[in-house]
């Protein structure tokens, strides 16, 4: 594999699952299809979360049915359970992605089920083993409701993540309040233990540090980054975390990387008028 940056599309859900105005089916995958031609790595299309949690991407499997695929381009999904993942099977879905967090009161509020709660949820879709799974541990930095986060605690679901079979674990800095020193300091803890060949950055550009917190992981040996088109998005039951870092912001400061930045920012700019409400 070359030396280069792996750039992980993540604006179709985690950029748009926030937006409360429904956004039409058709814009949707127009902006799939452009994000298609960048030359990203894979495209997290949708969420096969329950409708009532995540609105927004209700319509998750009719985007799947009407985007065209590019060759070499992994299409995946968020799934919380075995039945997010049935519905994610039968749309296509190439790769599917489960989450949780390194804080137990984040991880309440997020889906109302301790870290253990939520490890017993997604385990059979691991153990399923249909398609490659990635592991999201949210909160790996900072959370907002109990503030700095131990790299220790990190480690260890990290470490239980890779042990149940996940292929691949994004570390995310879900308020964007992460500085160089302190995504140092994460990775100087995991990297003894976790190859960074399994790690991905999943970046929130709250306070302007993404980049920069990028650039540590590069410099570490991360290669996998997860980027928004446009920087749009954050997390819904997350308060303080909007924006997640641009892809095209990624794409031209990484060493190496061959994502076309300004077809990624067109490609945000399709959205982006719904995001903003002008849309409706």
Not at 2 to 17: A, C, F, K, N, S
Not at 41 to 67: C, G, M, N, T, Y
Not at 214 to 222: D, N, Q, S, T, Y
Not at 253 to 267: C, E, I, N, V, Y
């Amino acid at each position: 594999m070359p030396d280069r940056p792996r750039l992980v599309e993540v604006g179709p859900r985690d950029g748009l699952q926030s937006v409360a105005a429904p956004i039409p089916t058709e814009v949707k995958v127009r902006y799939v299809d452009a994000l298609s031609a960048c030359g990203v790595d894979e495209i997290e299309v949708s969420s096969f979360v329950s409708p009532a949690a995540v609105p927004q991407l209700a319509d998750a499997a009719e985007v799947f049915a009407r985007i065209r695929r590019a060759p070499g381009v992994v299409y995946s999904a968020l799934v919380p359970n075995e039945q997010g993942l049935d519905r994610a099977l039968a749309a296509g879905a190439d790769r599917v992605s489960v989450f949780t967090a390194a804080s137990e009161r984040f991880t309440q509020r997020n889906i109302g089920t301790t870290i253990a709660g939520s490890f017993a949820r997604f385990a059979p879709v691991v153990a399923r083993g249909a398609v490659p799974v990635r592991g999201y541990v949210s909160t790996a930095v900072h959370c907002p409701f109990e503030g700095p986060v131990a790299p220790a605690a990190v480690r260890a679901v990290a470490e239980r993540l890779l042990e149940l079979g996940c292929v691949e674990v994004s570390l995310g800095d879900t308020i964007g309040r992460a500085t160089p020193d302190e995504v140092a300091r994460l990775l100087d803890a995991l990297l003894p233990a976790l190859p960074a060949s399994r790690l991905a950055l999943h970046l929130h550009d709250t306070f302007g540090h993404a980049v920069a917190n990028a650039l540590v992981g590069w410099e570490r040996g991360i290669r996998t980054f997860d980027g928004s088109a446009g920087g749009i998005g954050g997390c819904p039951f997350a308060p303080g975390a909007p924006g997640n870092v641009a892809t095209e912001a990624l794409a031209r400061a990484l060493p190496g990387a061959t994502a076309d930045a300004d077809a990624l920012a067109r490609a945000g700019a399709i959205v982006r008028p719904w995001v903003a409400g002008a849309g409706r």
